[in-house]
């Protein structure tokens, strides 16, 4: 079985920093892309995010400049610095991964628990 296994959230008061950490474990032959979610109470899951085999990246307009998404391929973890943090960070912050099992099957989406992050002074 593949896990996902976030890390790193809590409280931060207003233009504090935080880091999170996502470790994917189990039967792994590769990992595509990652990306983190965020769901705040009330809204939908929102994309905030991405980051490719290759290093690629994309963000949500919202977290430009201020979030810094990447990975260790070596260790199957990727990270999320989040900077310069405001109130409306408030939320389930989720880890995703497209994780190929096998080498000749397609890959699959795989989630984690999620791991709290608030953002108050």
């Known amino acids: 079985q593949v896990q996902l296994v976030e890390s790193g959230g809590g409280l931060v008061q207003p233009g504090g920093s935080l880091g999170l950490s996502c470790a994917a474990s189990?039967?792994?032959?590769?990992?595509?892309?990652m990306s983190w979610y965020r769901q705040a109470p009330g809204k939908e899951r929102e994309l905030v995010a991405r980051?490719?085999?290759?290093?690629?990246?994309t963000y949500e307009d919202s977290v430009k400049g201020r979030f810094t998404i990447s990975r260790d391929n070596a260790k199957n973890t990727m990270y999320l610095q989040m900077n310069s943090l405001k109130p409306e960070d408030t939320a389930v912050y989720y880890c995703?991964?497209?994780?190929?099992?096998?080498?000749?099957?397609?890959?699959?989406?795989?989630w984690g628990k999620g791991t709290l992050v608030t953002v108050s002074s």
């Open positions: 995703n991964a497209v994780i190929q099992v096998y080498r000749f099957t397609g890959g699959m989406n795989y």
């Open positions: 189990g039967s792994i032959f590769s990992i595509n892309a």
């Open positions: 980051i490719g085999s290759g290093g690629q990246t």
